[in-house]
């Protein structure tokens, strides 16, 4: 099993930043093998993917949405997965949830069986 846990949601206003952390933790999660993600989901809508990382290439991928202004990075030694989040906008007000999954890595639900609570993030 996998737990996910993730921090650093808030209120910001438009053009400003935050960075979100998600450490994974248990029996069943190793660096190596498990893609990790980020997707979000607003009030009313569907869970969209924000950005991936692959594990075995560090090879990222980020929805158009945010390119340019969201980047997904990694720090293997902590387990733990960031979002930084820069001229943020009104649109990009959701809940973030971090991901995990070690069925292959892709901008998809379908990759990730693993997930955190979620933190929400609100742009005014």
């Known amino acids: 099993h996998v737990q996910l846990v993730e921090s650093g949601g808030g209120s910001v206003q438009a053009g400003g930043s935050l960075r979100l952390s998600c450490t994974a933790s248990g029996s069943g999660y190793t660096y190596s093998t498990h893609c990790m993600g980020w997707f979000r989901q607003a009030q009313g809508k569907e869970r969209e993917p924000v950005a991936v990382m692959s594990p075995t290439t560090n090879s990222t991928y980020h929805d158009p949405s945010v390119k340019g202004r969201f980047t997904i990075s990694q720090d293997s030694a902590k387990n733990t997965v960031y979002l930084q989040m820069n001229n943020l906008k009104p649109e990009d007000t959701a809940i973030f949830y971090c991901?995990?999954?070690?069925?292959?890595?892709?901008?998809?639900?379908?990759?990730?069986?693993?997930w955190g609570r979620g933190t929400q993030v609100t742009v005014s």
């Open positions: 991901a995990a999954g070690a069925i292959g890595c892709g901008l998809s639900k379908i990759f990730f069986n693993y």
